[in-house]
Each structure stands twice: as C-alpha cells, then as structure tokens.
C-alpha cells in the first residue's frame, strides 16, 4: 500500500509541491488509521485521568487488552468505551508478571507492551506502520526500540537516571522473546534474534508520564522494592554491606553529574538522592534474599545428610 502510495505522490512533486505536501498528509493519516497486527498490553489500577489520553493513541493495535488490577475509579468503563477487551485480574506488585503470565496467549505474535501514563505520538505510530508495510520485521528480528522521555510532575525530565531521551523495548514478538515475572528485569531477547531500533527524530519518543506526585513516587518504588532482591539476584547480581555503601556515592555522582541531574533545579537533586535511596535500598534487598537462599541451601544439605 505505502509504495503504491508513493509511486502516485512523486509525479505530484515533480508538479506541484502543494500536491505533493496535501498527499503526503493524506498518505501519513491512512498510515495513522491502519490496523496492524499487534496485541497491545496496558495493565494499570486507578488510572481512568491517564487511560482515556493513552488508549485511543493504541487504536492501531488490532487486539488491545487492558488488565485491570481492581480500579475504583471508571478505568473499566472507559476502557471498554474505548474498545478494550478487559481483564479483571488479582492486584500484582509489577505489570511483568502479567506479562509473563499472558504474553504468549495474544491474537497476535506481535505485542506491545504499554502502560496507562504512556502516549504514543502520531510520529511513532506512523513508523510501526511503515515497519510493518515495508518488511522490515523480518523472521530474524526478536523487539523493537523506541524513544521514550520522561516527565515529572508533568515536566519533562532533562537529566537524572530517568532524564533525557532513554529507550524502551515496545515491540516484542513472543515467539523470539522471553516474559519474566521479575521487576525491572522481565523482558529478554532469545539467542539468534536481532533488535530493531527506531531512531530519535525529536517527535516520535513515548512521553512518559510517569509520576504525577513525590507520594506516588515513593509508594511504586516500595513496591518495586519487594521483589527487587529476587530479580537482581535471580539475573546474576550480588550484593554486600561494602557495595552498598560505595553505591551511595556511586548513584548520586551517576544520577547528579554523569547524567545531569542538575539541569532539573531543585528536582533533579531531589530525583538523584531518590535514586540513592533505592538503589541502596535494592541492594540491600538483595543482600535479604541472598542470605535467604543460603539458608535454604543450608537447611536442605543439613537434610539430605540426616
């Protein structure tokens, strides 16, 4: 379709630039209305002010599932308003694990994976378009990368861990990708596959919205904490009481100076000893769970040897 398109746009430009720009318009919103092949995933709890921005911007996808996690609020009405299939599922401490419970059970081979404080700009969804159109997804390509910014408060984060223009895993064929109930620490490519990246052009990042108050902050990164030990020590990492104190100063020199915390004010120092904490506190985390294993290694060996 996109090069039939085009074939029909050149004589135009050859023409009239005024054509050219009208058709060029034309061709990028049949692009923007075109269903894909593509199960998107949006799990989320209270989020209906977030969902009714973030899921008609996934109306591209042609399965869209929303997990609700036992909103109070309209998330589920609106959702189905806006043509979700809605799963009511038991409240979990991370979205990877219903990932790892679901994502292999889409319509689709293709899956996206999005949260509600997500918005996808018309730029990005024009390009998953095209990688589609144009056979870019071939049988060796396993995800697909895409910009993503985050804002705080509703103001863009410039430096920080969390500033600048980071990148994200949005695309995920599940027959070349591994979903893991792990925080932070769920989303693997399969050996032999490759990645696709899409590259930043100034309009088509994910804009972030991802923290709306310090108290939502503080109480998603408590969450996280319960199963942060388990994830770092199940992907290789190990901790002890010296690295946790060279991680303090580790982490704010990284957070603050190496990615210029500083040009956000008086938030980016606060965001850079907020990363301190948590990074401490996983670490410490994992120390717990380390001390767990071993003493469960420890108890079966007394056992066996009984």
Known sequence: MV????????????????????????????????????????VGLNEAHLLRESLPKLAFCDELLYFDL?????????????GATVIKHDKVDSCEWIHAEYATKTKHEWVLISDPDEMFPDELITEITLLFENGTLNESIGAVWAPWVFYFKNHRLFGTHWGGVSRRIILAHNK?????????????????????????T?????????????????????????????????????????????????????????????????????????WVWYECSAQIENIRYQRKIEKKKHKTAKASFN
């Open 202 to 274: 100034g309009n088509n990042f994910i804009a972030h919205k991802w923290m709306q108050s310090y108290g939502k902050l503080i109480e998603k990164h408590r969450r996280y904490l319960r199963n942060e030990g388990e994830a770092r020590y199940k992907t290789g990492r190990r901790s002890s009481a010296k690295s946790v104190m060279k991680e303090a100063y580790r982490a704010f020199k990284y957070s603050y100076w190496s990615r210029r915390g500083y040009k956000d004010g008086i938030t980016g120092l606060f965001l850079s000893a907020f």
């Open 176 to 200: 070349r990708f591994e979903f893991k109930a792990l925080v932070h620490a769920g989303r693997k490519l399969i050996g032999g596959f490759n990645e696709y990246n899409i590259e930043y």
């Open 3 to 42: 090069e039939r398109t085009v074939r029909e746009i050149i004589p135009y430009f050859l023409l009239d630039l005024d054509n050219f720009c009208h058709l060029w318009e034309l061709n990028r919103k049949i692009l923007l209305q075109m269903k894909l092949p593509i199960s998107a995933i949006v």
């Open 70 to 82: 036992g909103s109070k609020d309209d998330s589920i009405k609106l959702a189905t308003g806006l």
